[in-house]
């Protein structure tokens, strides 16, 4: 397996490479982070999400950096990571980190179809609340911005299991 780059991938032994355990780790992670570079600027940051059918989804207002920085590049890269614990060890570099996390790159957009809006804002509440019947308020629906990350390639990774 390589990088995009086409550099080899290290450490093989803790490649996830089946995509229903990627999905798995991507269930499991509460958060999701984003990267993101306008004119050489890079910017991370972390949101709530929910993931379906190879997409990404997280919710923003109208305006601020996010909105700024993808205006200006569509392209990002995202990670999660889950059951992350540490390993201490007798000798300083023996330590370890167990750990499950997925790496990926893809393009963002802004959803403007008001049904998958909802349907993206449905999953999020139920990503983190349950399943359940939820109204959005107009005034709330109004002042936010549901974003869609198209998965491009995703990698997993485990360690200390």
Same mark, same amino acid.
């Given at each position: 397996?390589?990088?995009?780059?086409?550099? %080899?991938?290290?450490? !093989?032994?803790?490649?996830?490479?089946? !995509?229903?355990?990627?999905?798995?780790?991507?269930?499991?992670?509460?958060? @999701?982070?984003? *990267?993101?570079? $306008?004119?050489? !600027? %890079?910017?991370?940051?972390?949101?709530?999400?929910?993931?379906?059918?190879?997409?990404?989804?997280?919710? +923003?207002?109208?305006?601020?950096?996010?909105?700024?920085? @993808?205006?200006?590049?569509?392209?990002?890269?995202?990670?999660?990571? +889950?059951?992350?614990?540490?390993?201490?060890?007798?000798? %300083?570099?023996?330590?370890?980190?167990?750990?499950?996390?997925?790496?990926?790159?893809?393009? *963002?957009?802004?959803? !403007?179809?008001?049904?998958?809006? @909802? *349907?993206?804002?449905?999953?999020?509440?139920?990503?983190?609340?349950?399943?359940?019947?939820?109204?959005? %308020? *107009?005034?709330?629906?109004?002042?936010?911005?549901?974003?869609?990350?198209?998965?491009?390639?995703? +990698?997993? $990774?485990?360690?200390?299991?």
């Amino acid at each position: 397996m390589a990088h995009e780059n086409g550099q %080899p991938m290290r450490k !093989q032994k803790n490649l996830v490479s089946e !995509q229903s355990e990627i999905e798995a780790i991507l269930q499991k992670a509460l958060v @999701l982070r984003v *990267a993101m570079c $306008r004119e050489g !600027q %890079p910017y991370l940051v972390p949101v709530n999400f929910a993931y379906a059918d190879g997409r990404l989804y997280f919710h +923003t207002g109208h305006k601020g950096m996010k909105m700024d920085f @993808l205006a200006a590049n569509d392209r990002v890269c995202f990670e999660v990571d +889950t059951e992350v614990k540490l390993l201490p060890a007798p000798e %300083p570099c023996a330590w370890g980190v167990r750990y499950e996390s997925v790496v990926g790159f893809g393009r *963002a957009k802004i959803v !403007q179809d008001e049904a998958e809006r @909802l *349907a993206a804002l449905r999953l999020i509440m139920e990503r983190y609340s349950g399943p359940g019947e939820f109204e959005f %308020p *107009a005034a709330n629906l109004a002042r936010t911005a549901v974003v869609c990350i198209e998965i491009e390639e995703m +990698t997993g $990774r485990r360690s200390g299991f």
